[in-house]
Structures are given as structure tokens and as C-alpha cells.
């Protein structure tokens, strides 16, 4: 089960990878009809990264039984509430939602990178192990295609909601006004 699980998370990494590539060259050749595409599902692709990403997660530490260390800690403080942000935001067409998943994929972002370079040794360790209930932070539990760990995972995910919601913001203010100026009297 284990082997499965984690096939199935690298290849919907790679896809990931590939997406923020596509939108990328997208918004650099001016591809308006795939980008306003991605800004109407923007809620709808960002609850679906928060929640694989949560329940990835979950299944790697509840389930199969990997401990996490403090960064995984550190990365689940910012995608667990995105799931639920988002799904609220979905569930209420709430448009507003973009700048706040965008500042949490971030910072999370950030931390996924720098964990994921220090699990490949380009960065320097952390004792992430002596608080006595952690794992090592340089710990590999996932080495998939040469190059996917469990950081590279969170990576791309944190990522793909980023570049989503920057797409979002871009191509959904008039929603956004729209809904502030119902909201607020505006």
C-alpha cells in the first residue's frame, strides 16, 4: 500500500510541476483563454491541492506511520487551514480568498524548500531530532523518480496554489469588487 500511495502522489507531483510550467508559459505568451480558464476553477484546483496535500499528509504519518519532524510540522501549519479556508470559500463563491492562501502557500513554500534542500544536502542541518520527540529533518522517508521526497511534494504543492491564486487575484477582480461592493455597501 505504501509503494502505491507514494506512486500515486509522485506522478500527481509531476503533473503538478508540469501545470506550474503550462501556466507559467501561459501567462508569459499571453494564453488569456487558459488563464481565465484556471482563475474561474481557481477555488475549486485550490481546495483539491489543500485537500490531497492534507490528506497526504495525514495518511503518510497516521496510517503508515512516518513520524513527522519540526519542519513537516512547520509546512502543516500552512496547507491544513488552506483546506478549509478554501473549502469555505468554495462553498460560499467567496473570491476575496485569494491574497490569504496566497501569503500561507508562501511562507510554506519557502519552508518546503528549504526542508527539501536540506534533505538533499545543500543546506545545513538542523537537530531537528533533539527535541527528543522528532525525527532528523534530513530523514528521507520517500525517494521517488530520483528526485520527489515528501518536502518535494509539499513544494509543489504550496506552488501550484500560489501561481493559482496569483492567476486568480489577476483575472478575478471584477468578481472580487463585485462581491466586496455587495458585501459592504460599497
Known sequence: MTEYFTQTLSILTILGQVSILVLFFAYLNGQEKILKFVSEK??????????VATLGSLTYSEIIGYD?????WLQ??????????????LWKKDYSIGVYSLVLSVIGGFIAGY???LQVGFAPALSCDSVGYSVSCSQRFVMSYGYITIPMMA???FMMLAVIMVVHMKYSKNKVNKINNKNYGK
Do not use: M, N, W
Open 68 to 72: 513527522p519532524c519540526k519542519l513537516c
Open 115 to 117: 526542508h527539501y534542500l
Open 155 to 157: 513544494l509543489t504543492a
Open 42 to 51: 481557481s477555488l475549486v484546483f485550490g481546495f483539491i491541492i489543500a485537500l
Open 76 to 89: 502543516r501549519i500552512f496547507i491544513y487551514p488552506q483546506t478549509v479556508l478554501l473549502g469555505l470559500a
